[in-house]
């Protein structure tokens, strides 16, 4: 029911900045937390920043004071802002919603993930 679209990877020097954005359609009803997490390779998926509904965020240690994320609850699309981007920072970077729907008069609840956006950061 819900699609997430992610935008704005690509290949950058260290030092430098992106923004990520990741866009939600479908039948939604609300969209509670959104998120952006990354995978290396060889590496496990993790958290890198989580935003609320009412705009409480959280961090991984090592994007604060970085990274900033933010939503647009009117567009129903969220962003990620890295500042000052390390190599370590490469990964693939996927957004993700847990949503509530109305379909056919009943409330249902989901989890969506993006497809993924590469993010290069050479030295």
């Known amino acids: 029911q819900v699609q997430l679209v992610e935008s704005g990877g690509g290949l950058v020097q260290a030092g430098g900045s992106l923004r990520l954005s990741c866009a939600a359609s479908g039948i939604i009803f609300s969209i509670n937390h959104m998120g952006w997490y990354r995978q290396a390779p060889g590496k496990e998926r993790e958290l890198v920043a989580v935003?609320?509904?009412?705009?409480?965020?959280n961090y991984a240690d090592s994007v604060k004071g970085r990274f900033t994320i933010s939503r647009d609850n009117a567009k129903n699309t969220v962003y990620l802002q890295m500042n000052s981007l390390k190599p370590e920072d490469t990964a693939v970077y996927y957004c993700?919603?847990?949503?509530?729907?109305?379909?056919?008069?009943?409330?249902?609840?989901?989890?969506?993930w993006g497809q993924g956006t590469q993010v290069t950061v050479s030295s």
């Open positions: 935003i609320t509904d009412n705009g409480s965020t």
């Open positions: 993700n919603a847990d949503w509530t729907a109305r379909v056919r008069g009943v409330m249902i609840a989901g989890v969506t």
